[in-house]
C-alpha cells in the first residue's frame, strides 16, 4: 500500500515538472498568428554611413537622408519611381531630338532605350553602387529580379532629385550620369531596303535620284573580289559601301547614305530647357519627318 502511494506521488510530480517545462516552452515562443517583422535583405548594406557616402558619390549629398533612403527602398518608392522615369524620359528625348534632328523614329526609340530602359540603368546603377544600398524585401534572389529592383530604384533617384531640388538639378544629374556616356547611333540606323528608302528620300528632299558608281575594284575575275561603290546624287556622293559582289557594295553605300542623313549629328546647340539661360535663345534644328516607303 505504501509502495503505490509512493509510486503515485512520483507519477504526479513527474507531470508538473512535465506541465512547467511545456509552459516555460510557451512562454518563449510567439504565438503563431503573431504578426513577425520580416528582416531586409542580409546581402544589402544598410547602415547610414554607406548611404551617407553612396549619395556623395553622386553629388546628391544635400538631398534629405531620409528621402533618399525611401528612393533605395524598393517597394516604398512607388511614386518616386513613377515620376522619375517622367523626368527621365523628358530630358533624354529633348537631349537626343536635339542632338540628332534628323533621327527616324524607329531608330530614335531604339537609342532612347540604350539609354533610360530597365537593362541600361541597372547597369549605370552597378556601376555607382547602387546594388550596395538597395533594400527590398522579395524572396526572389535572381539576376533578373535583381536588374529591374536596380533600375526602379535608380528611376527614384531621378524622382526624388526632382521633388526636393527642382527640374535643373535633375536635369543635371540625368546629364552627368546618364546621357553623358558615349553611344555609337550608326547601327540602330540600318533599314532593311536601304536602296528604297534612299530613293524616297531624295524624292521626300527634292534631290535627284540616286545612281550607284563604282570607284573601285579589285580581282573581278579572282575567287575573292572587292568592289567599292559610291552612291550620287547628282555631283553630290552621299554614301560609299564595298563588298565582294556589286549588289553587296550597292546595298552597303545606301545604307551609309541613309546613316549619314539621319544620324547627322548636331555640335553646337542649346536644350530647349535651357532657353532661359541665354541671351538671344535660338531654337535648335527641327528635322524632318522620315520617309515613308
Known amino acids: 500500500m505504501i509502495g503505490a502511494l509512493s509510486r503515485a506521488r512520483c507519477q504526479t510530480t513527474s507531470l508538473r515538472c512535465v506541465r512547467a517545462r511545456v509552459m516555460a516552452f510557451h512562454a518563449k515562443t510567439p504565438a503563431m498568428n503573431e504578426q513577425q517583422e520580416i528582416p531586409p535583405n542580409v546581402s544589402t548594406a544598410n547602415n547610414n554611413s554607406t548611404l551617407a557616402a553612396f549619395g556623395a558619390r553622386l553629388g546628391i549629398q544635400s538631398l534629405n537622408p531620409s528621402l533618399l533612403e525611401q528612393a533605395v527602398t524598393h517597394g516604398d518608392a512607388t511614386n518616386l519611381t513613377y515620376l522619375g522615369k517622367r523626368v527621365l524620359g523628358l530630358y533624354a528625348t529633348e537631349y537626343l531630338h536635339t542632338k540628332y534632328p534628323s533621327m527616324h523614329m524607329s531608330a ?114 579572282s575567287s575573292s573580289p572587292v568592289f567599292v561603290v559610291g552612291v550620287f546624287s547628282g555631283e553630290n556622293k552621299l554614301g560609299e559601301g564595298f563588298g565582294s559582289s556589286l549588289k553587296m557594295a ?32 535660338k531654337p535648335p534644328v527641327l528635322g524632318s519627318t522620315e520617309a515613308i516607303v
Open 250 to 281: 550597292e546595298h552597303r553605300a545606301c545604307q551609309d547614305a541613309l546613316a549619314s542623313y539621319y544620324g547627322k549629328e548636331e555640335k553646337d546647340f542649346v536644350l530647349p530647357s535651357d532657353a532661359d539661360h541665354v541671351d538671344n535663345y
Open 108 to 221: 530614335f526609340q531604339q537609342i532612347l532605350k540604350k539609354y533610360i530602359g530597365y537593362k541600361s540603368l541597372s547597369h549605370i546603377g552597378s556601376q555607382v553602387g547602387l546594388q550596395d544600398v538597395v533594400r527590398w524585401n522579395r524572396e526572389e534572389d535572381n539576376t533578373l529580379v535583381h536588374s529591374s529592383v536596380l533600375a526602379e530604384c535608380f528611376n527614384a533617384l531621378v524622382g526624388a532629385i526632382y521633388q526636393e531640388q527642382g527640374p535643373e538639378a535633375a536635369k543635371k544629374f540625368v546629364h552627368a550620369h546618364i546621357l553623358s556616356r558615349e553611344l555609337d547611333v550608326r547601327p540602330f540606323l540600318k533599314l532593311e531596303n536601304p536602296k528604297r528608302y534612299l530613293s524616297a528620300l531624295l524624292k521626300k528632299t527634292n534631290q535627284e535620284r540616286a545612281v550607284s558608281r563604282i570607284l573601285s575594284e579589285t580581282g573581278r575575275l
